[in-house]
Protein backbone atom coordinates (compact mmCIF):
# COMPACT_ATOMS: atom_id res chain seq x y z
CA UNK A 1 0.00 0.00 0.00
CA UNK A 2 0.93 3.68 -0.76
CA UNK A 3 2.85 2.57 -3.73
CA UNK A 4 2.29 4.39 -6.62
CA UNK A 5 3.18 2.25 -9.81
CA UNK A 6 3.02 4.54 -12.79
CA UNK A 7 4.17 2.27 -15.92
CA UNK A 8 4.69 4.28 -18.71
CA UNK A 9 5.56 2.71 -22.53
CA UNK A 10 7.38 4.46 -25.20
CA UNK A 11 7.98 2.88 -28.78
CA UNK A 12 10.08 1.95 -30.72
CA UNK A 13 12.72 2.61 -27.48
CA UNK A 14 10.98 1.13 -24.61
CA UNK A 15 11.36 2.38 -21.35
CA UNK A 16 9.22 0.56 -18.27
CA UNK A 17 9.92 3.46 -15.22
CA UNK A 18 8.62 1.19 -11.65
CA UNK A 19 9.19 3.59 -8.96
CA UNK A 20 11.06 3.17 -5.98
CA UNK A 21 9.12 5.45 -3.62
CA UNK A 22 11.25 5.25 -0.11
CA UNK A 23 12.85 8.52 0.22
CA UNK A 24 10.89 11.32 2.50
CA UNK A 25 14.31 13.60 2.60
CA UNK A 26 11.92 16.13 -0.59
CA UNK A 27 11.93 19.14 -0.40
CA UNK A 28 8.40 20.79 -1.94
CA UNK A 29 8.66 23.65 -4.12
CA UNK A 30 6.45 26.72 -3.98
CA UNK A 31 7.08 28.44 -7.49
CA UNK A 32 7.23 31.70 -5.45
CA UNK A 33 7.86 33.53 -8.93
CA UNK A 34 6.29 36.55 -9.51
CA UNK A 35 5.01 36.21 -13.02
CA UNK A 36 1.73 34.66 -13.50
CA UNK A 37 2.64 31.89 -15.61
CA UNK A 38 6.08 29.65 -16.46
CA UNK A 39 7.88 32.33 -17.01
CA UNK A 40 11.94 31.72 -17.99
CA UNK A 41 14.67 34.03 -17.29
CA UNK A 42 15.25 35.35 -21.12
CA UNK A 43 18.99 35.23 -19.94
CA UNK A 44 18.57 31.60 -19.72
CA UNK A 45 18.31 31.10 -23.22
CA UNK A 46 21.93 30.96 -24.15
CA UNK A 47 22.61 27.43 -25.74
CA UNK A 48 20.82 24.69 -27.45
CA UNK A 49 20.66 21.90 -25.71
CA UNK A 50 21.93 18.39 -27.17
CA UNK A 51 19.19 15.64 -27.88
CA UNK A 52 20.74 12.25 -26.84
CA UNK A 53 18.39 10.02 -28.77
CA UNK A 54 18.47 9.75 -32.25
CA UNK A 55 16.77 11.93 -34.03
CA UNK A 56 13.98 11.02 -36.68
CA UNK A 57 12.35 12.86 -38.99
CA UNK A 58 11.00 16.19 -36.86
CA UNK A 59 7.01 16.20 -37.76
CA UNK A 60 5.47 19.05 -39.95
CA UNK A 61 2.32 17.66 -40.30
CA UNK A 62 1.49 15.55 -37.63
CA UNK A 63 -1.28 12.36 -39.05
CA UNK A 64 -3.49 10.45 -36.07
CA UNK A 65 -2.16 7.10 -37.42
CA UNK A 66 -1.09 3.95 -35.72
CA UNK A 67 2.29 4.94 -37.08
CA UNK A 68 2.79 8.13 -35.75
CA UNK A 69 6.20 8.57 -33.71
CA UNK A 70 7.03 11.67 -32.70
CA UNK A 71 10.74 13.08 -32.72
CA UNK A 72 12.40 12.09 -29.20
CA UNK A 73 14.85 13.38 -26.99
CA UNK A 74 16.06 13.60 -23.71
CA UNK A 75 17.81 15.89 -21.78
CA UNK A 76 19.54 15.64 -18.17
CA UNK A 77 17.89 17.81 -16.18
CA UNK A 78 19.89 18.69 -12.73
CA UNK A 79 19.13 16.88 -9.66
CA UNK A 80 18.32 19.67 -7.69
CA UNK A 81 15.11 19.97 -9.74
CA UNK A 82 13.78 17.38 -8.71
CA UNK A 83 13.32 14.00 -5.99
CA UNK A 84 11.93 11.03 -5.70
CA UNK A 85 8.18 10.75 -5.23
CA UNK A 86 7.24 9.71 -1.40
CA UNK A 87 5.74 6.92 -0.32
CA UNK A 88 4.19 8.47 2.81
CA UNK A 89 3.18 12.18 3.52
CA UNK A 90 4.38 13.92 6.37
CA UNK A 91 2.25 12.81 9.18
CA UNK A 92 3.71 9.25 8.08
CA UNK A 93 0.23 8.37 6.04
CA UNK A 94 0.90 6.31 2.72
CA UNK A 95 0.61 8.18 -0.11
CA UNK A 96 -1.96 5.98 -2.77
CA UNK A 97 -3.28 8.62 -5.04
CA UNK A 98 -3.43 7.68 -8.77
CA UNK A 99 -1.89 9.50 -10.77
CA UNK A 100 -2.61 12.60 -12.61
CA UNK A 101 -1.43 14.95 -15.83
CA UNK A 102 -0.95 18.03 -15.07
CA UNK A 103 -0.60 20.22 -18.07
CA UNK A 104 1.37 23.53 -18.62
CA UNK A 105 2.68 26.08 -21.17
CA UNK A 106 6.65 27.39 -21.36
CA UNK A 107 5.95 31.36 -21.50
CA UNK A 108 9.44 31.65 -22.78
CA UNK A 109 11.00 29.60 -25.57
CA UNK A 110 11.32 25.80 -24.75
CA UNK A 111 15.25 26.35 -25.35
CA UNK A 112 14.95 28.79 -22.24
CA UNK A 113 12.74 26.37 -20.07
CA UNK A 114 15.52 23.48 -20.58
CA UNK A 115 18.67 25.65 -19.65
CA UNK A 116 16.57 26.56 -16.35
CA UNK A 117 16.43 22.85 -15.72
CA UNK A 118 19.71 22.48 -16.04
CA UNK A 119 20.61 24.57 -14.01
CA UNK A 120 22.14 23.73 -10.05
CA UNK A 121 18.97 25.92 -8.45
CA UNK A 122 20.42 26.20 -4.66
CA UNK A 123 17.47 28.06 -3.45
CA UNK A 124 14.85 25.67 -3.08
CA UNK A 125 11.98 28.96 -3.93
CA UNK A 126 14.43 28.36 -7.87
CA UNK A 127 14.04 24.88 -8.14
CA UNK A 128 11.42 23.99 -10.68
CA UNK A 129 10.95 21.20 -13.77
CA UNK A 130 8.56 19.54 -15.87
CA UNK A 131 8.60 15.63 -16.94
CA UNK A 132 8.14 16.54 -20.13
CA UNK A 133 8.39 20.20 -22.78
CA UNK A 134 6.88 19.70 -26.22
CA UNK A 135 8.08 22.74 -28.35
CA UNK A 136 6.48 24.27 -31.53
CA UNK A 137 8.04 21.33 -34.01
CA UNK A 138 6.06 18.55 -32.09
CA UNK A 139 8.96 16.93 -30.57
CA UNK A 140 8.99 14.77 -27.22
CA UNK A 141 11.71 16.38 -24.64
CA UNK A 142 12.03 14.01 -21.54
CA UNK A 143 13.13 16.07 -18.89
CA UNK A 144 12.22 14.34 -15.44
CA UNK A 145 11.89 10.28 -15.42
CA UNK A 146 8.34 9.61 -14.88
CA UNK A 147 9.09 7.93 -11.64
CA UNK A 148 10.46 10.67 -10.35
CA UNK A 149 8.73 13.85 -8.33
CA UNK A 150 8.86 17.23 -11.05
CA UNK A 151 8.35 20.61 -9.42
CA UNK A 152 5.29 21.99 -11.34
CA UNK A 153 2.96 23.28 -9.68
CA UNK A 154 3.35 24.38 -5.84
CA UNK A 155 0.74 25.12 -3.72
CA UNK A 156 -1.79 22.77 -5.83
CA UNK A 157 -4.69 20.83 -5.18
CA UNK A 158 -6.23 18.54 -7.14
CA UNK A 159 -10.62 18.53 -7.37
CA UNK A 160 -11.15 15.03 -8.37
CA UNK A 161 -14.13 12.63 -9.06
CA UNK A 162 -13.45 11.15 -5.50
CA UNK A 163 -12.51 14.31 -3.84
CA UNK A 164 -9.57 16.70 -3.46
CA UNK A 165 -6.37 14.97 -2.85
CA UNK A 166 -3.23 17.10 -2.60
CA UNK A 167 -0.11 15.82 -0.45
CA UNK A 168 1.90 17.58 2.66
CA UNK A 169 5.25 16.81 2.30
CA UNK A 170 7.45 20.00 4.07
CA UNK A 171 6.86 21.61 6.91
CA UNK A 172 8.12 24.71 5.25
CA UNK A 173 5.93 24.27 2.21
CA UNK A 174 2.15 23.78 1.04
CA UNK A 175 1.08 20.68 0.10
CA UNK A 176 0.52 19.78 -3.71
CA UNK A 177 -0.24 17.32 -5.91
CA UNK A 178 3.21 16.95 -7.20
CA UNK A 179 3.72 13.72 -5.69
CA UNK A 180 0.96 12.63 -8.20
CA UNK A 181 1.54 14.41 -11.03
CA UNK A 182 2.84 14.08 -14.15
CA UNK A 183 3.61 17.45 -15.25
CA UNK A 184 3.83 18.25 -19.38
CA UNK A 185 4.62 21.48 -20.85
CA UNK A 186 3.17 23.14 -24.34
CA UNK A 187 5.71 25.38 -26.17
CA UNK A 188 4.34 29.12 -26.00
CA UNK A 189 3.64 30.85 -29.31
CA UNK A 190 5.93 34.20 -29.88
CA UNK A 191 2.36 35.76 -29.51
CA UNK A 192 2.02 34.51 -26.24
CA UNK A 193 5.23 35.91 -23.86
CA UNK A 194 3.50 38.43 -21.75
CA UNK A 195 0.96 38.19 -19.69
CA UNK A 196 -2.36 38.67 -21.70
CA UNK A 197 -5.04 36.20 -21.53
CA UNK A 198 -4.64 34.78 -24.46
CA UNK A 199 -2.55 33.63 -27.49
CA UNK A 200 -2.84 32.48 -30.67
CA UNK A 201 -1.83 28.57 -29.47
CA UNK A 202 -0.69 25.47 -29.62
CA UNK A 203 0.51 23.74 -33.18
CA UNK A 204 -0.74 20.77 -34.85
CA UNK A 205 2.29 18.71 -34.37
CA UNK A 206 2.65 19.41 -30.31
CA UNK A 207 -1.18 18.43 -30.20
CA UNK A 208 -0.92 15.07 -31.57
CA UNK A 209 2.55 14.03 -29.84
CA UNK A 210 1.00 14.88 -26.35
CA UNK A 211 -2.22 12.67 -26.99
CA UNK A 212 0.97 9.63 -28.67
CA UNK A 213 1.89 10.61 -25.27
CA UNK A 214 -0.68 10.23 -22.96
CA UNK A 215 -1.83 7.19 -24.71
CA UNK A 216 0.56 5.57 -23.72
CA UNK A 217 -0.08 6.17 -19.62
CA UNK A 218 -2.89 5.23 -17.37
CA UNK A 219 -4.17 7.90 -16.36
CA UNK A 220 -7.79 8.39 -17.33
CA UNK A 221 -9.81 11.43 -18.86
CA UNK A 222 -10.94 12.40 -15.48
CA UNK A 223 -7.52 12.95 -14.13
CA UNK A 224 -6.11 15.37 -16.52
CA UNK A 225 -5.72 18.63 -15.50
CA UNK A 226 -4.00 21.87 -16.13
CA UNK A 227 -1.65 24.34 -13.93
CA UNK A 228 -4.16 26.77 -13.57
CA UNK A 229 -6.73 24.22 -11.98
CA UNK A 230 -4.88 22.69 -9.73
CA UNK A 231 -3.40 25.95 -8.41
CA UNK A 232 -4.03 27.54 -5.27
CA UNK A 233 -2.21 30.94 -5.66
CA UNK A 234 -4.24 31.66 -7.86
CA UNK A 235 -1.67 32.97 -10.12
CA UNK A 236 -1.16 30.75 -12.45
CA UNK A 237 -3.33 31.07 -15.61
CA UNK A 238 -1.69 28.27 -18.08
CA UNK A 239 -2.07 26.69 -20.19
CA UNK A 240 -3.70 29.76 -21.96
CA UNK A 241 -5.48 28.90 -24.98
CA UNK A 242 -5.81 25.05 -24.88
CA UNK A 243 -8.07 23.20 -26.72
CA UNK A 244 -9.06 20.59 -24.20
CA UNK A 245 -11.62 18.84 -26.97
CA UNK A 246 -9.05 18.58 -29.21
CA UNK A 247 -6.83 16.79 -27.19
CA UNK A 248 -9.18 14.45 -25.91
CA UNK A 249 -10.42 13.82 -29.34
CA UNK A 250 -7.17 12.90 -30.31
CA UNK A 251 -6.41 11.18 -27.12
CA UNK A 252 -9.21 8.62 -27.63
CA UNK A 253 -7.88 8.08 -31.25
CA UNK A 254 -4.69 7.06 -30.18
CA UNK A 255 -5.84 4.91 -27.83
CA UNK A 256 -8.33 3.59 -29.78
CA UNK A 257 -5.35 2.75 -32.14
CA UNK A 258 -3.36 1.51 -29.25
CA UNK A 259 -6.08 -1.03 -28.32
CA UNK A 260 -6.56 -2.16 -32.02
CA UNK A 261 -2.06 -3.04 -31.99
CA UNK A 262 -3.05 -5.30 -28.98
CA UNK A 263 -0.99 -3.34 -26.80
CA UNK A 264 -1.79 -3.37 -23.20
CA UNK A 265 -1.48 0.15 -21.34
CA UNK A 266 -3.62 -0.27 -18.31
CA UNK A 267 -1.37 -1.98 -15.85
ZN1 LIG B 1 2.52 25.83 -15.11
Redesign the pocket.
Given at each position: MGLITFLIIFTPTIFKFIPSLTSLSAQENNLSKSNS??EIKPEDELQIYTPILPQPTIVAKAITTPEYIPQQSIVNVHPSNYETRASQDIYGKPINNQMIL?L??TVGSATSAINTFKNNNIRETNQVSYHVLIPRNGAIVYLVPPEKRAF??GNSIFKGPSGVETVKLHPKFPSSVNNFAY?V?LETPADGRGNQRSHSGYTAGQYESLAWLIAQTNISEDRITT??SV?RSGL?K??RSFNRTKFLSLLKTYRSNNSLLGENNSL
Open positions: FDVHEGAHSHQDRDP
